[in-house]
């Protein structure tokens, strides 16, 4: 089951100056973004495996989830201010390479406005992601609190 739409992925760029952008939302919109390393990661035999994601406060947006889900660093976010907003997300990988990518996502108006959902998180702060593991009645989790993901 994949939990991503490829309209919304984009590739990583093995160019540093290549701008990254992701396709327009609204504000009301709730939609899930996400970044392939596959061409970063081409023939190195290495994976992502952290993530991190710094969204500035005056845009508005809410960061619902974020993870690595398939081999891409993924995340979903709602709200947002109308405007350009530069999105800061940093990867590494189980070699310990890091690569920060910033990608430009415009928020359009659109009316009536819907509010932006509070994110459910676990104790910890982290969020729940849609490959969080659950025995239906609670979210499974690691020693740390973070959840158990597939």
């Known amino acids: ?21 992701w396709p327009d939302k609204y504000q009301s919109d709730i939609l899930d973004y996400a970044l392939d390393p596959a061409l970063w990661l081409k023939d190195g035999g290495d994976t992502l495996t952290t993530m991190s994601v710094i969204i500035p406060p005056e845009s508005g947006l809410v960061l619902l989830w974020w993870s690595l889900i398939n081999g891409k660093a993924a995340l979903a976010l709602a709200g947002g201010n109308p405007g350009a907003t530069l999105i800061n997300v940093t990867l590494t990988t189980n ?30 702060g982290y969020c729940i992601p849609p490959t969080s593991l659950s025995d239906q009645s609670a979210i499974l989790t690691l020693p740390n609190g973070a959840p158990l993901t597939m």
Do not use: F, H, K, N
């Not at 994949?2 to 701008?19: F, Q, W």
């Open 1 to 21: 089951m994949s939990y991503l739409t490829r309209a919304r992925t984009v590739p990583l760029s093995l160019l540093p100056d290549c701008p990254l952008q």
């Open 95 to 124: 070699a310990g390479r890091r690569y920060v990518a910033v990608v430009t996502l415009t928020i359009q108006a659109d009316t009536p406005l819907i509010p932006a959902p509070t994110p459910p998180l676990l104790p910890g």
